[in-house]
């Protein structure tokens, strides 16, 4: 037919010819058109998923955390890629990465913000790509994914990946400071100790425990000095705690244990040198010594230049003691398992460091001897359960760390210690049935403390979940058997050594080392 090429009328060729050059031009031209480009990603521009990102990823888990991305170096400055990666997908980034990572400070996303920087070209996934893509984070959970950086250097490319929320949160914990285990560590020798001499601090030591004044004639014990094993301690020094206690009260409250180590922080802080312009303010406190008593209850102590008060309480079981009958010298006495010592109740407000201990006295001797009679809630104990002496020991510590504690919003300043309990060392007996503490090899049962935990469970347990903290020395002080009284006491009784009670100087001193580097 004339006019037709192949069938087609000449018109209907030339729309097909000029339709196929058409989309030739467009197809060459797409990569190279802005527009175009907006529309039709590039196949160099997709996003390139992590072949590893497991699939029981929850919502959580993807956006947690967000970390500024290394740019390459025609891009440095100028964008940002958000990581959110597990510890597989981060594994193969090298350590510079990862060093990053802990220094970043985390950004974390708000619901309605997107994980994805948006870019032209750079913000879509192709068809083969998506099926990539684990299905618990797909769909709704597409806005969650993250661009991976492409650079011509392999080695600073970055990695999109997911994080779990357990090395989320371990992670996080590498930027913050650790709080040091200054119960866990070792025993060194140290020529430098003791802190104060033995031969001195008469006007604070009671001469009972200082043994250098005994026939005690080896002394390796006052060299021993306690090293962390994750931390370094602060040296003490006494016009350093002077000046971090100035204006300020420390208050020891508890048994005879207690006083060893009030004595043994007055004897550092003065460098065992008498000190006149110390002032004796216990009548301050109610502390003076009654008619026909032994001693007073306790002694308090202020150093005038920088107005520091050190003060000690005896409190042997921490409860709130009442006689029966005041008129009578023999009346038996209210032990308030539930309520705090009436001085503590009283003074609480003027302490701004307490250290509270208890233990030794839980035995029924000393109860009987006391004539101390159990009460709960003002009236004799009826509850079977804490009858026993173990039970009523722990109800009480618990009792008295949570009062202590309801307390602490209302003064915001005082900073509470509840000190664990210091071990006794009686071999072949017990203190009045032959038992003896004669070893004077120091650390002839080890130097050093490798427990995370403490090993007074009752003392640890009680602070848990609380703002009291734990002054920890019960394991450390467990492997310094040679350094109590023993049988070199003042008034040495045939067959009786005190193993409880420590050589002053000595262990106690550790202990409130300890407490200076808490403060």
């Known amino acids: 037919m004339k006019g037709a090429f192949y069938g087609l009328k000449i018109t209907q060729a030339s729309l097909i010819l000029i339709s196929f050059v058409c989309a030739t031009v467009l197809i060459l031209a797409w990569t190279k058109t802005t527009f175009l480009t907006s529309l039709i990603p590039s196949q160099s521009s997709t996003v390139l998923l992590n072949p590893e990102i497991p699939p029981d990823l929850t919502d959580g888990a993807v956006s947690e955390k967000v970390l500024e991305g290394k740019n390459s170096s025609k891009e440095a400055g100028r964008d940002k890629v958000a ?52 299905p618990s ?26 994080r779990s929320s357990k090395q989320s949160k371990s992670s996080s914990t590498l930027t913050e400071k650790k709080g040091c285990n200054y119960a866990k560590g070792k025993w060194v020798i140290d020529d430098s100790r003791p802190l104060y001499s033995g031969f001195g601090c008469k006007q604070w030591l009671s001469s009972m425990w200082a043994c250098r004044l005994t026939q005690r004639t080896d002394f390796e014990y006052e060299k021993l000095r ?73 002694w308090a102590y202020r150093f005038p230049i920088t107005n520091t008060t050190i003060l000690y309480y005896w409190s042997a079981s ?29 003074f609480l407000h003027k302490f701004d460091v307490l250290v509270l201990n208890t233990g030794h006295h839980w035995n029924r001797g000393k109860l009987n001897a006391n004539r101390w009679i159990m009460y709960v809630g003002g009236l004799p104990n009826t509850n079977r359960k804490i009858a026993s002496i173990s039970g009523a020991k722990n109800f009480t510590v618990y009792s008295i760390v949570r009062w202590v504690n309801s307390r602490l ?30 070893n004077t090899t120091p650390l002839s049962g080890g130097k050093e403390v490798l427990l995370d935990e403490s090993s007074d469970h009752l003392a640890s347990g009680a602070v848990n979940g609380t703002d009291v903290k734990l002054l920890d020395i019960t394991a450390l002080s467990e492997l310094r058997d040679e350094g109590h009284i023993s049988r070199y006491s003042i ?4 067959g009786v050594q005190d193993c409880l009670h420590w050589c002053l100087p000595g262990l106690p001193d550790t202990w409130n080392e300890i407490l200076f580097a808490q403060l």
């Open 318 to 346: 921490l409860c709130d003691l009442e006689p029966l009958d005041p008129s009578n010298p023999a009346t038996d006495y209210a032990m308030h398992l539930d309520r705090p010592p009436a001085f503590l109740h009283r």
């Open 491 to 494: 008034k040495a009784t045939p």
């Open 83 to 134: 990581v959110v990666g597990s510890e597989k997908a981060l594994g193969g980034k090298n350590s510079s990465i990862e060093s990053d990572r802990d220094k970043e400070e985390p950004v974390r996303l708000s619901s309605s913000e997107s994980t994805i920087k948006e870019e032209p070209s750079k913000n879509l996934v192709t068809d083969d790509k998506k099926k990539e893509i684990p």
């Open 409 to 438: 919003p209302k003064y915001p300043g005082l900073k509470a210690f509840f000190r664990s309990i210091s071990p006794r060392h009686f071999f072949h007996g017990d203190w009045n049935t032959g038992g003896t503490c004669d």
């Open 226 to 298: 306690w090293q962390p094993k994750e931390c370094r301690m602060e040296e003490f020094m006494g016009s350093k705690f002077l000046k971090r206690m100035q204006d300020k009260t420390l208050a020891f409250i508890g048994d005879s244990l207690g006083r060893q180590q009030f004595q043994s922080l007055m004897c550092m802080v003065t460098g065992g040198e008498e000190r006149h312009d110390v002032l004796d303010v216990g009548k301050e406190y109610g502390l003076v010594k009654a008619r026909g008593s032994v001693r007073p209850d306790g």
């Open 137 to 162: 984070i797909t769909g709704s959970e597409s806005d969650k994914l993250l661009e991976a950086k492409n650079s011509s250097k392999p080695a600073e490319k970055d990695v999109v990946g997911t």
